[in-house]
Structures are given as structure tokens and as C-alpha cells.
Nanobody
Framework: QVQLVESGGDLVQAGGSLRLSCTAS????????AAWFRQAPGKEREFVAA????????YYTESVKGRFTISGDTAKNTIFLQMNSLKPEDTAVYYC???????????????WGQGTQVTVSS
């Protein structure tokens, strides 16, 4: 059984930083792309960042480029999302995902975590 467990969400002031973690059990993140998505109240789930650990490729949505960094630790089977210079518009539930079934930026991943809340106050 595959499980993804996120952690690290919190309430932070604008300009602050958070580091999200997602640990997988039952599969390896190194098999294919892994990603972070987020969903704000009343909005659709949106792509944030993805990583292909075997090739060290990373991809970001435009609004987080230069502020967020996705990385992974294959030994710990964990991916991370370092978020700096946080803005109120970054407030959302953040989900990690594994095993894309289409493009890496599409929310059609096979496995999802339960989500972790990130709230940025102004």
C-alpha cells in the first residue's frame, strides 16, 4: 500500500519561510516525477513544483519561481518544498503527489498525500 505523508505546514507572517516534507512508503520517489500542488478555498488544485529525482530536473509554476525550491532525498524517500518570501496568496492546503499519469503539471497523479495547511498572514 502506498502512502504519502506531508508535514511542515504552519501559520507564518508574510516574508517568512516554511519547509514542507513528504515521505513515501510502499514506493520510491525515484521511480518517476513527484510534485507539490496546492488548493486554496474555492479554487481548483494548482501545480506548484515537480521534481524528477533520477535526472535532477525541477519545474515550477511562474508565481513561485525564485521563492520556492523543490528537492528530494532518495535515501529517506522524502521530497521537500522550501518556501521563502511567503505571500498571503500562498495560503492553501499543500499536497504532495507521486506517479503522474499525464504531464507533470497536471493533477492526474496516482498517489496523493492528505495535505498540510499553509497560512500566510499579512
Amino acid at each position: 500500500q502506498v502512502q504519502l505523508v506531508e508535514s511542515g505546514g504552519d501559520l507564518v507572517q508574510a516574508g517568512g519561510s516554511l519547509r514542507l516534507s513528504c515521505t513515501a512508503s510502499g514506493r520510491a520517489f525515484s521511480n518517476d516525477a513527484a510534485a507539490w500542488f496546492r488548493q486554496a478555498p474555492g479554487k481548483e488544485r494548482e501545480f506548484v513544483a515537480a521534481i524528477l529525482l533520477t535526472e535532477a530536473y525541477t519545474y515550477y509554476t511562474e508565481s513561485v519561481k525564485g521563492r520556492f525550491t523543490i528537492s528530494g532525498d532518495t535515501a529517506k524517500n522524502t521530497i521537500f518544498l522550501q518556501m521563502n518570501s511567503l505571500k498571503p496568496e500562498d495560503t492553501a492546503v499543500y499536497y504532495c503527489a507521486a506517479e503522474p499519469t499525464t504531464a507533470y503539471y497536471s493533477p492526474l497523479y496516482r498517489y496523493w498525500g492528505q495535505g498540510t495547511q499553509v497560512t500566510v498572514s499579512s
